[in-house]
């Protein structure tokens, strides 16, 4: 192809740079619609429909959020005062030890408690996961309490029930890949971040939790608000994560002969890095 001397001048080179980060972060979209099963023809309908109207997604709630029962509220207390406040303060607006609570949301709560980081042993590392203390109903009724202590508010979510029924996997793999797995890696097996501080591996994680984790940003991890992530893709992302990711056994896409998710990650990473050097190799070869 001819093209003019100017434009090879000024436009060329400035092409290239604003080229190269979306080409990474295309190859980066394709290997996951490849190991997805995007290719492999997986959920067809839900593709085609969403396309059609894009009014169909909005049919059913892929998540409702809601707050425990306020007949919770002294139960909750109660418990609260015997295993949070010697750390959080008993109207739970901190202390030295611990930050305020005031505030957080009933989702929040539910995340750090269902998941046994809360109530915390060594205030010196970053909280872990670990059998839960509490039972559903102790956990929910300490949410309410806490809950109670602030007026309702958006950027405090209540607790997510995730409807994965009509999720699409190859959406939810496209945005893991694109938001989770730079922290998480690809597997969701977790992975060391910058000072010291790890991105927990994801295969023991409820629903309910994963929606809470990307709605709340616990820790470290970014706050992602419904701007960002819309509900519907938030489910598609909890549907890959509860499916794929926690029982690789049954995925969908390639089999690339069951060899197990280390081995598919590198398979992942050949056609990723493979793709990147042939665009290199294109960019170098016209400049
Ligand atoms: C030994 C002290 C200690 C005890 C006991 C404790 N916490 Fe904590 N809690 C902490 C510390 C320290 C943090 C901050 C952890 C971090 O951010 O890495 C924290 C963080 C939290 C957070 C996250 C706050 C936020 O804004 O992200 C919640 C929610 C929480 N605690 C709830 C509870 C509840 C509920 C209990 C009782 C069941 C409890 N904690 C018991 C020390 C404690
Ligand atoms: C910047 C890095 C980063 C990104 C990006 C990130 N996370 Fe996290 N994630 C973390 C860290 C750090 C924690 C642990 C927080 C703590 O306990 O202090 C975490 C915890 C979690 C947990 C709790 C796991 C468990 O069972 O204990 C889940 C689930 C999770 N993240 C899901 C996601 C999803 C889904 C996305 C993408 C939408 C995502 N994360 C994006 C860093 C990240």
Request: proline share 8%; with cysteine.
């Amino acid at each position: 192809m001819r093209v003019l001397p100017h434009t090879r001048t000024t436009v060329g080179p400035r092409l290239r740079a604003m080229a190269l980060p979306g080409l990474v972060v295309a190859s980066v979209a394709l290997v996951g619609l490849l190991t997805s099963g995007a290719f492999a023809g997986a959920s067809p309908h839900h593709s085609a429909a969403r396309a059609a109207d894009p009014r169909a997604a909005r049919v059913s709630d892929p998540i409702t959020y809601s707050l425990p029962p306020s007949s919770d509220v002294t139960a909750g207390q109660q418990l609260f005062e015997a295993n949070c406040s010697s750390c959080h303060g008993t109207d739970a607006y901190g202390t030295d030890r611990a930050p305020n609570l005031v505030g957080v949301g009933a989702a929040t709560v539910d995340f750090w408690v269902s998941t046994g980081r809360m109530p915390l042993a060594d205030s010196s590392i970053q909280p872990v996961r670990k059998p839960p203390r509490f039972d559903r109903q102790q956990t929910l009724s300490i949410a309410a309490f806490v809950a109670s202590l602030a007026p309702r508010s958006t950027t405090a979510p209540e607790i997510p029930n995730v409807d994965t029924a009509g999720a699409n996997l190859a959406t939810g793999n496209v945005l893991f890949v694109l938001n989770c797995a730079g922290c998480h890696t690809v597997t969701g097996a977790g992975d060391a971040l910058a000072d010291g501080y790890f991105a927990p591996s994801m295969h023991k994680a409820s629903k309910t939790q994963v929606a809470e984790a990307v709605r709340t940003g616990p820790g470290n991890m970014p706050r992602f608000g419904t701007g960002t992530l819309s509900d519907r893709q938030v489910a598609d992302i909890v549907a890959y994560v509860t499916g794929p990711i926690q029982h690789p056994d049954n995925r969908g896409g390639l089999g690339l002969g069951g060899i197990g998710p280390v081995a598919e990650g590198f398979v992942a990473l050949l056609i990723g890095v493979g793709g990147i050097m042939l665009i290199a190799f294109w960019l170098g070869e016209r400049a």
